[in-house]
């Protein structure tokens, strides 16, 4: 009936299932590269981005910090004849005025140094979110 043996017709067989599979795995073989090159790329380009951005972020951060030390310089000196002026740093806080005519020159110093902190740092996070 059948002119070759059964075992010539399983071995037959299982030679066609094996080149099909190694043809399958193969062309699986050949999309894995494909994709691993194409999401490399992607990587490179990414990367070259993050340091761009990285980048401008320091430009922002040291921008911001030379305009908030100018700033600074400039309310020191502005409270600076409020105070003792021989004092090469901002004095603590002092006490509340007592009287009614008194002079709080440290707390306006200090509050004045702060406002000026707290613009600054609302500009740095406003030109850090801009950043794209």
Not at 7 to 25: E, K, R, T
Not at 72 to 95: D, T, V
Not at 117 to 123: A, K, T
Request: proline share 2%; charged share 15%; net charge neutral.
């Amino acid at each position: 009936m059948f002119p070759l043996s059964i075992n010539a017709w399983v071995i037959i067989g299982l030679s066609i299932i094996a080149v099909f599979g190694i043809g399958y795995g193969r062309y699986e073989h050949n999309n894995y590269i494909a994709f691993k090159a194409k999401t490399e790329a992607i990587a490179t380009i990414q990367e070259a981005k993050n340091d761009s951005i990285a980048k401008q972020q320091t430009l922002v951060t040291k921008g911001i910090a030379n305009e908030y030390e100018a700033k600074l310089s400039a309310i020191k000196s502005y409270y600076g004849g409020l105070h003792n002026a021989s004092s090469g740093s901002m004095p603590s806080l002092s006490n509340p005025a007592s009287g009614i005519n008194e002079s709080a020159s440290n707390q306006l110093l200090a509050c004045a140094s702060t406002t000026q902190q707290l613009v600054s740092l609302q500009d740095w996070i406003n030109e850090q979110i801009a950043i794209k």
